[in-house]
């Protein structure tokens, strides 16, 4: 197995891994990048670009974006991560353009007004796009990491931390060009792998390897998830043709004022404000009328943004909107006179960012040695909802703030030989576990193991739950994960797909079983989480995190810790 030795390994190349590894590079500490796509890549490439800057406008300030965060959490966001996050966020747009991404500013420097959007649930206008959204800022941050001389392991899945005692000393991970297996031993690890809404595919916005990797790392090497029911999902997704489901088509602000929600029998469900309503509260409404039965003939519901354009300025909204590229895809998936708001679309929730995740304190560490963690896979700062807008700003804050962490370390601690062969023993017997896994000579096939899952975490972890369906959802996701282990993969060394998929499928059920466990531990409704069971939040019993953490025996357990423990 081919080795290598660094201080910090950075797990991810979209914007929170590649922002931390420059800021840490530029601090002297040597840094290795390792992704299992390309850097710029993952849901960072895929954003529409808007970023949240807090105070760019006169009405606005850091007080009023905490206390719209904090409403918007519903309660289980962590008020030190806020703080902490506000107060560096109005710097993001000016650090983003020092990496060479352009946004539009008026001669004084200023942000022209017309350009702040204030996106729903925000209380004010404060978010901002770059040019060229999310792909641009991909290359951009692609190119500074040449610059700053992060070593990067491209196509290369990460599939295990090593430690000895409580402290991280390396990890595993696989060529997948090659079928490699090559182990990096170093002294810190960040994890910084995104989010897990692709373990709802075709229903998500995600990229396809957003499933959960980084939290299945995280709790085999002992650290806490908290809050992982908290999946939002974006109310407005495609319907139709098949391989266009779940593609994004606009979020509530897409709906403008006077946008209305209807049902597939023609009933109003919501008649105006949408706008100004958050994606969790759209969502309850939309999931309502689903699972009631009363849908179009897709599926979904219609949303009709026509009434817009009789509004004084509708026309001037429609273009508004439309230079946000998003009514793109309406076009191809349905029609010209869609695309113009001329005729309904046919819409449905999907899943779209991951609000819990690894839980931090507010520098990132996740109290197990030598382990941090940042980006949409940490958890604390969106609570029950994410605000339009805002993962943006947290990938830059985060990724600056564990960079200057690390950077600020006067005597970073060296590699030493201390405790070398403890550290062999544990790369050898993960070594032996993985080897079986991707040279697999068993039964199943990986592709479609990951399919069966897929359709159980929608159908029955999906935007509505009960007790009933996550059990079931338990029992499958457990007959699952006896077949993984016995897998059958072709023989095929270089760019293998099926190895991937047998990786992903390996890390995929821990992170599917943390839903499932969590969305049981929380017998209420509350932000993006609907128990049709229990349809009202309990302030009593659950103003608190759900957690799930892995015990001796390797199994998960999980249950219910106060906020800040
Ligand atoms: C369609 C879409 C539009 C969006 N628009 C906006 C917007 O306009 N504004 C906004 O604020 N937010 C937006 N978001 C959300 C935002 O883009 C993401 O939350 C954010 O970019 C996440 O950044 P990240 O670095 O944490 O993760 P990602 O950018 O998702 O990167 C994760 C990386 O980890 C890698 N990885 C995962 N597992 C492993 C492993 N085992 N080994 C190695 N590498 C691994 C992946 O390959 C990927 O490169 C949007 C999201 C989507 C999907």
Request: glycine letters at 12%; hydrophobic letters at 40%.
């Amino acid at each position: 197995m081919e080795r290598a030795n660094y201080d910090l390994v950075c797990i991810g190349g979209g914007g929170a891994a590649i922002l931390a590894a420059i800021y840490a590079s530029a601090a002297g500490i040597s840094v290795a990048l390792v992704t299992k796509d390309y850097p710029g890549f993952g849901n960072t490439r895929l954003a529409v670009g808007m970023t949240a800057c807090p105070g760019i406008m006169p009405e606005d300030s850091a007080e009023h974006f905490i206390a719209d965060l904090l409403r918007s959490g519903e309660g289980i966001s962590e008020p030190a991560v806020v703080n902490s996050f506000v107060n560096e966020a109005s710097r993001s747009a000016v650090a983003l353009e020092k990496l060479g991404l352009l946004f539009q500013r008026s001669p004084d420097g200023s942000f022209p007004p017309a350009r702040v959007e204030q996106i729903g649930g925000h209380s004010r206008p404060r978010s901002v796009a770059n040019l060229g959204g999310g792909a641009s800022l991909g290359v951009y941050l692609k190119s500074a990491l040449w610059r700053y001389g992060v070593t990067v392991y491209s196509n290369t899945a990460a599939l295990e931390l090593i430690k000895t005692g409580n402290r991280v000393r390396g990890v595993l991970v696989l060529d997948l060009k090659e079928r490699a297996f090559i182990g990096l031993k170093c002294n810190t690890v960040l994890i910084a792998t995104g989010g897990c809404s692709a373990l709802y595919y075709p229903h998500t916005t995600n990229s396809r390897g957003a499933v959960g990797d980084g939290l299945a790392l995280a709790m085999k090497g002992e650290a806490v998830l908290w809050d992982m029911e908290q999946l939002q999902a974006i109310p407005f997704g495609i319907t139709s043709p098949r391989s266009m489901v779940g593609a994004l088509c606009g979020e509530p602000s897409t709906a403008g004022p006077a946008g209305r929600l209807l049902d597939g029998l023609g009933n109003i469900l919501i008649d105006g404000g949408i706008n100004k309503m958050t994606r969790a509260a759209v969502t309850r409404v939309m999931m309502s009328a689903i699972a009631a039965g009363r849908t179009d003939s897709n599926g979904g519901l219609q949303l009709d943004l026509k009434p817009n354009l009789n509004l004084p300025g509708g026309e001037k909204l429609y273009r508004a909107i439309r230079s946000s590229g998003i009514f793109d895809i309406v076009r191809t998936a349905y029609s010209s006179e869609a695309f113009r708001w001329e005729e309904p679309w046919s819409v449905m929730p999907t899943f779209h960012y991951q609000m819990g995740g690894i839980r931090v304190n507010m520098c990132g560490e996740t109290g197990v040695d030598g382990l941090l963690a940042a980006g949409e896979v940490q958890a604390g700062l969106h609570g029950g909802n994410r605000l339009g807008s805002v993962a943006l700003s947290e990938i830059y804050t985060a990724g600056a703030k564990i960079g200057k962490v690390l950077g600020n370390q006067s005597s970073f601690p060296g590699l030493n030989s201390q405790g070398d062969s403890e550290i062999e023993d544990a790369f050898r017997l993960q070594l032996r576990i993985w080897q079986e896994i991707v040279d697999g000579q068993g039964q199943h096939n990986p592709v479609s193991l990951r399919a069966d899952l897929e359709e159980c975490m929608w159908r029955l972890a999906g935007p509505v739950r009960d007790e009933a369906s996550l059990l079931e959802a338990l029992r499958i996701v457990d007959g699952l994960s006896a077949r993984s282990r016995n897998l059958d993969i072709n023989p095929e060394i270089k760019f293998n797909r099926q190895v991937l998929d047998a990786v992903e499928l390996n890390l995929m059920i821990p992170a599917a079983r943390a839903i499932v466990l969590s969305a049981l531990e929380r017998r209420e409704s509350r932000g993006a989480h609907l128990r049709a069971d229990y349809l009202k939040r309990d302030d009593r019993k659950y103003s608190c995190h759900t957690y799930v953490r892995m015990t001796e025996n390797g199994s998960l357990g999980s249950g219910l810790t106060p906020p800040g423990s």
